[in-house]
T-cell receptor, first 116, second 113 residues
Framework: GESVGLHLPTLSVQEGDNSIINCAYS??????FIWYKQESGKGPQFIIDIRSNMDKRQGQRVTVLLNKTVKHLSLQIAATQPGDSAVYFC???????????????FGKGTKLSVIP | DAGITQSPRHKVTETGTPVTLRCHQTENHRYMYWYRQDPGHGLRLIHY???????DKGEVSDGYSVSRSKTEDFLLTLESATSSQTSVYFC????????????FGEGSRLTVL
């Protein structure tokens, strides 16, 4: 697969434990945030999103927390499983002008390794 | 899985040659994107399209051009490939209302020698 794991911070967790992946975003005016998961050799896959008028959102086994005061985003994965092993990216939607759709700015990613 | 097909999946070429990567979707989504992914840089937007014949530049557009003559196809062209364009290229699509939810293709690995 592609070497997207090089130079990335790595988080190792025991199977069954909870995982917390952190992300510091850059633009205080960003109003929308997304987490993506990328397994080796595949394209990124949408996990969960949150808008800036919220500070918490829950999905299936995942929770995203947003702290706008310190421009921090976190992804919590409950009861981590081996299939959760992947690189996780946060992305923000900074304000922009002109025509066109959303343009996301992606973080560099964190590699999650689950120990069986 | 969203119906996104990238071709070719792997290509090795020489410096100075033209290269075209194709993204084909069967979802009828309006928005399409080309990203490149490099170690230490994450995903960076090259170009995107918000409709047929409507395209705009992204963060790293120099050395790349795109075309979208029909909804389902978005082409990325490197007119004269350079070694710095060695990368993994991802196509993505989205609907307007959920534009943060991008659906990505499997990627095209390009090596420029």
């Amino acid at each position: 697969g592609e070497s997207v794991g090089l130079h990335l911070p790595t988080l190792s967790v025991q199977e069954g434990d909870n995982s917390i992946i952190n992300c510091a975003y850059s633009n205080s005016a960003s109003d929308y945030f997304i987490w993506y998961k990328q397994e080796s050799g595949k394209g990124p896959q949408f996990i969960i999103d949150i808008r800036s008028n919220m500070d918490k959102r829950q999905g299936q086994r995942v929770t995203v927390l947003l702290n706008k005061t310190v421009k921090h985003l976190s992804l919590q994965i409950a009861a981590t499983q081996p299939g959760d092993s992947a690189v996780y990216f946060c992305a923000e939607n900074p304000p922009k002008s002109g025509a066109g759709s959303y343009q996301l700015t992606f973080g560099k990613g964190t590699k999650l390794s689950v120990i069986p | 899985d969203a119906g996104i097909t990238q071709s070719p999946r792997h290509k090795v070429t020489e410096t100075g040659t033209p290269v075209t990567l194709r993204c084909h979707q069967t979802e009828n989504h309006r928005y399409m994107y080309w990203y490149r992914q490099d170690p230490g840089h994450g995903l960076r937007l090259i170009h995107y399209s918000y409709g047929v014949k409507d395209t705009d530049k992204g963060e790293v557009s120099d050395g790349y051009s795109v075309s979208r003559s029909k909804t389902e196809d978005f082409l990325l062209t490197l007119e004269s490939a350079t070694s710095s364009q060695t990368s993994v290229y991802f196509c993505a699509i989205s609907e307007r209302e959920k534009a943060g939810e991008l659906f990505f293709g499997e990627g095209s690995r390009l090596t420029v020698l």
